[in-house]
T-cell receptor
Framework: GQQVMQIPQYQHVQEGEDFTTYCNSSTTLSNIQWYKQRPGGHPVFLIQLVKSGEVKKQKRLTFQFGEAKKNSSLHITATQTTDVGTYFCAGPTSGTYKYIFGTGTRLKVLA | DAGVIQSPRHEVTEMGQEVTLRCKPISGHDYLFWYRQTMMRGLELLIYFNNNVPIDDSGMPEDRFSAKMPNASFSTLKIQPSEPRDSAVYFC???????????FGEGSWLTVV
């Protein structure tokens, strides 16, 4: 079945450093979504990418969808303590509305 | 607008007991999802419904788990009998087919002792 892996599993950074998480799918995706889950909270939608090679920015966050539509990345510039949480990518199984979530990257920001 | 509403928020139960988790999706949303989250297995899709009809239940771990959606505004996930390995956070989520964004509830934290 479809698998969505993320690396790294954990990342500790000093406040102000940059952070990147990578998402890789075993199958081509029609689109990819990113979610953030704060400790003790629930996943919250951040963004959706649809086009091959697409790049979108939200303030300090930059999202990219690979040319082959099998991988994606999230880059945070100059991390802040409010960025703490687990970041998930999610993609639909081909031809369905069944979104499979990646393994997640847990970010800890040290002040 | 109210988001996805789940109950109970926390439940501690003894092994062998029946557990029923409840969910009210966002009004107008036609997709409803049940996810389970654990440290070991991450966020797993258990089952999803479209217009109250179960579409894919391949993620339901075993016959002890069942889910229903009797109407557009209510769904249940039942575990009978419960086992300690069922301890997890269970999230209900809903979505509009045209919008794709999945909105999660705050989760039901289940502990089976």
């Amino acid at each position: 079945g479809q698998q969505v892996m993320q690396i790294p599993q954990y990342q500790h950074v000093q406040e102000g450093e940059d952070f990147t998480t990578y998402c890789n799918s075993s199958t081509t995706l029609s689109n990819i979504q990113w979610y953030k889950q704060r400790p003790g909270g629930h996943p919250v939608f951040l963004i959706q990418l649809v086009k091959s090679g697409e790049v979108k920015k939200q303030k300090r966050l930059t999202f990219q969808f690979g040319e082959a539509k099998k991988n994606s990345s999230l880059h945070i510039t100059a991390t802040q303590t409010t960025d703490v949480g687990t970041y998930f990518c999610a993609g639909p199984t081909s031809g369905t509305y069944k979104y499979i979530f990646g393994t997640g990257t847990r970010l800890k920001v040290l002040a | 607008d109210a988001g996805v509403i789940q109950s109970p928020r926390h439940e501690v139960t003894e092994m062998g007991q029946e557990v029923t988790l409840r969910c009210k999706p966002i009004s107008g949303h036609d997709y409803l999802f049940w996810y389970r989250q654990t440290m070991m297995r991450g966020l797993e899709l258990l089952i999803y419904f479209n217009n109250n009809v179960p579409i894919d239940d391949s993620g339901m771990p075993e016959d002890r788990f069942s889910a229903k959606m009797p109407n557009a505004s209510f769904s249940t996930l039942k575990i009978q009998p419960s086992e300690p390995r069922d301890s997890a956070v269970y999230f209900c989520a809903s979505s509009l087919s045209s919008g794709n964004t999945i909105y999660f509830g705050e989760g039901s934290w289940l502990t089976v002792v």
